[in-house]
């Protein structure tokens, strides 16, 4: 099984049921091994690997909010581009200091 994080739980359980996002991917369906889910910890349980693809203005809050989350030892890889506007930091370096101990390397 394959969890994909969304932050609407309403569309979450859209997607499950239809295997299609609508909202943001309409006409493609989405396979039938991907679980779609608004709880942080359910999408990184038992993960070995977590993708981040969120806009760079958001990855810092959502670390904060979600520090513990995330076990050591199980590769972050960063799937955003450009800079946090009010920091000019890259996604990395906001990681670095949000997730100390957690991602320390570019993979």
Same mark, same amino acid.
């Given at each position: 099984? !394959?969890?994909?994080?969304?932050?609407?739980?309403?569309?979450?359980?859209?997607?499950?049921? +239809?295997?299609?996002?609508?909202?943001?991917?309409?006409?493609?369906?989405?396979?039938?091994?991907?679980?779609?889910?608004?709880?942080?910890?359910?999408?990184?349980?038992? +993960? +070995?690997?977590? #993708?981040?693809?969120?806009?760079?203005?958001?990855?810092?809050?959502?670390?904060?909010?979600?520090? @513990?989350?995330?076990?050591?030892?199980?590769? =972050? !890889?960063?799937?955003?581009?450009?800079?946090?506007?009010?920091? #000019?930091? =890259?996604?990395?370096?906001?990681?670095?200091?949000? #997730?100390?101990?957690?991602? @320390?390397?570019?993979?």
């Amino acid at each position: 099984m !394959v969890p994909v994080w969304v932050r609407d739980s309403d569309q979450a359980v859209a997607v499950n049921a +239809s295997h299609q996002n609508f909202k943001y991917l309409p006409g493609v369906k989405t396979p039938d091994n991907v679980r779609w889910t608004s709880d942080v910890n359910e999408a990184v349980s038992g +993960s +070995s690997i977590v #993708l981040f693809a969120i806009p760079t203005q958001f990855i810092r809050p959502f670390a904060q909010a979600n520090r @513990s989350t995330f076990p050591v030892g199980v590769p =972050l !890889v960063l799937c955003a581009k450009g800079i946090e506007l009010s920091t #000019l930091q =890259l996604p990395f370096d906001i990681f670095r200091d949000e #997730l100390p101990g957690k991602y @320390s390397k570019y993979i």
